[in-house]
């Protein structure tokens, strides 16, 4: 069963930065793409930045300019940089990986971390 554990959540200010880190169990070339999802309260989960096994990246709209989805792989760990936070980016964070192969598609989720921004 694949882990995925991450850390670096927290409060901060208005303005401030954090970084997000999601440990993976086993090497994240294993898996088609790697990403972060938040969840903010009465709202859907919706994708904030990911990044698939060849290299490419995607960020949400709002998130753009911002964030930055970034992995070592040595580590088999993936981090977020999220600079000039903002309270709208107050939210659960969580990692996500999803691997499929032909008509197989499965996918997982770590337990959560909570970001909360303060105006």
């Known amino acids: 069963q694949v882990q995925l554990v991450e850390s670096g959540g927290g409060l901060v200010q208005a303005g401030g930065s954090l970084r997000l880190s999601c440990a993976a169990s086993?090497?994240?070339?294993?898996?088609?793409?790697m990403g972060w999802f938040r969840q903010a309260p009465g709202k859907q989960r919706e994708s904030v930045a990911s990044?698939?096994?060849?290299?490419?990246?995607n960020y949400a709209d709002s998130v753009k300019g911002r964030f930055t989805i970034s992995r070592d792989n040595a580590k088999n760990t993936v981090y977020l940089q999220m600079n000039s936070l903002k309270p709208e980016d107050t939210a659960v964070y969580y990692c996500?990986?999803?691997?499929?192969?032909?008509?197989?598609?499965?996918?997982?989720w770590g337990q959560g971390t909570q970001v909360t921004v303060s105006s």
């Open positions: 996500n990986a999803a691997y499929s192969a032909g008509f197989y598609y499965t996918n997982y």
């Open positions: 086993e090497s994240i070339f294993t898996f088609n793409t």
């Open positions: 990044f698939t096994s060849s290299g490419s990246t």
